[in-house]
């Protein structure tokens, strides 16, 4: 620990984990370091100004006024610290992951790592990554033996932008170590974060319990997507099934269809898992292969059905005015990573629709190439030669596309000339 009197923290990646994590720290007390490459982010959160949002202007504020938060793009002057946790990008480069952020990360914390300190991998990754790449750069850079001078483990993100209900403090932490004293270690630290840790075997296993929650979700929301498909064919009501399904009280969890998954979790993390097994077992998980191959396929779905309901009315998709309700993956989230309404806009983009979109949360940053900005009201509507729903906000009134031409692939819209995924 620091002769200082408060613990020290780094935080390596300020995104929509990182930030987060690092505003938590600072209200438990430690002094934090939050670093990113970015430099109009570390700009904008030393002028206390946040970019992810659930964290608002004034956390980051309230944070910068303790003197125990200095948002940077560097570790120069740094000459140690307690705690050090990665929070940096795994993304998939043309289907392989990518672990270059780890690596530089590892490379950045060993310059300044000493005996004593211990580092956490947050960052979603296939199982081995804290052993067989963070660990050996750590070594190597610092000249110090993991599990002897200092500890490492790691503990996945269960970040869930704008979900009110389930914050970081709130949602239980699965913490892990290379070693006990290394798991001692990790559960100390975000003991002093979190509500509730939950510690398992080994780095391997928490790994991989990250990789099987989302794993989860994309496989059963594949199922639905299928299952919408089938029962648009057979002239079915998915949405009725599926309701009335979920009134069973046990053996049953409901998801819902709709455009794609998105995110920084959906597309990438059951991708890993399956690189994982390919790479080590020489065999793919199936399972995750199909859901793939769904779940990719629903925007240029979306769109073919977009295609027919203007065939209906006797226009084509070239110069056809749509409307799309919706950018960012989930709903109250301006986050647009791997969103399919994107990717709807830019097929029908390419195929000569004149699109506009309504998203308030989405910000000017983010905002997609080729597709104007408007708020959701009468005259927009009016304009528009169909409109797509495709993420729902809590704060965006859909009553202006009452009695018009809708594709409604939330099931959100009140009945009218609507059409359902």
């Known amino acids: 620990m620091s002769s200082t009197s408060r613990p020290r923290l780094i935080v390596l990646g300020q995104g929509y984990v990182g930030l987060p994590l690092a505003m938590r720290a600072v209200e438990a007390g430690f002094a934090v370091t939050g670093v990113d490459t970015d430099l109009g982010r570390v700009d904008a959160l030393s002028s206390g100004i946040s970019f992810v949002e659930d964290v608002a202007d004034s956390q980051v504020a309230d944070a910068l006024a303790t003197g125990r938060y200095a948002p940077c793009s560097t570790l120069d002057g740094i000459d140690g610290f307690d705690y050090a946790i990665i929070s940096v990008p795994t993304p998939l480069r043309e289907t392989l992951p990518d672990l270059s952020y780890i690596e530089s990360a590892a490379r950045t914390l060993g310059a300044v790592l000493r005996p004593g300190a211990t580092v956490v991998l947050e960052s979603t990754t296939s199982p081995g990554t804290t052993v067989e790449v963070l660990v050996p750069i750590l070594e190597t850079v610092s000249g110090l033996s993991a599990g002897c001078d200092f500890h490492v483990g790691f503990s996945p993100e269960r970040i869930d932008p704008g979900n009110p209900d389930w914050t970081f403090r709130t949602t239980p932490k699965i913490v892990s170590g290379i070693d006990d004293a290394s798991l ?58 599926l309701e009335a399904a979920g009134t069973k009280p046990f053996g049953f969890m409901k998801f819902l269809p709709g455009p794609g998954v998105g995110g920084h979790c959906l597309p990438v993390d059951p991708s890993y898992l399956s690189w994982e097994v390919r790479r080590k077992l020489g065999r793919s998980l199936r399972f995750v292969d199909l859901a793939n191959e769904v779940n990719e396929g629903m925007p240029e779905y979306v769109v073919r059905r977009l295609e027919a309901l203007l065939n209906d009315e006797s226009k084509a998709v ?50 997609p190439a080729g597709v104007a900005r408007a708020e959701l009201d009468d005259a927009t509507a009016a304009e528009a030669d169909v409109a797509v729903v495709l993420t729902m906000h809590s704060d965006v009134d859909l009553s202006a596309l009452c009695g018009r031409l809708v594709l409604d692939t939330r099931n959100v819209v009140d009945e009218g000339s609507r059409v359902v995924l």
């Open 184 to 241: 001692a270690e990790v559960t100390k630290l975000y003991d002093a974060l979190v509500d509730v840790t939950v510690p398992v075997a080994g780095t391997r296993e928490a790994e991989l319990a990250k990789l099987i929650e989302n794993t989860f979700r994309h496989v059963n929301i594949a199922l639905v997507n299928e299952l919408a498909l089938a029962a648009h064919d057979l002239g079915i009501n998915i949405w009725q099934a």
């Open 318 to 367: 070239r110069g056809a005015r749509v409307l799309l309700v919706g950018l960012a993956y989930k709903a109250d989230s301006g986050d647009v990573r791997e969103a399919p309404a994107v990717r709807v806009a830019r097929i029908l983009a390419a195929r000569g629709a004149v699109v506009t979109a309504v998203d308030p949360h989405v910000s000017d940053r983010d905002w």
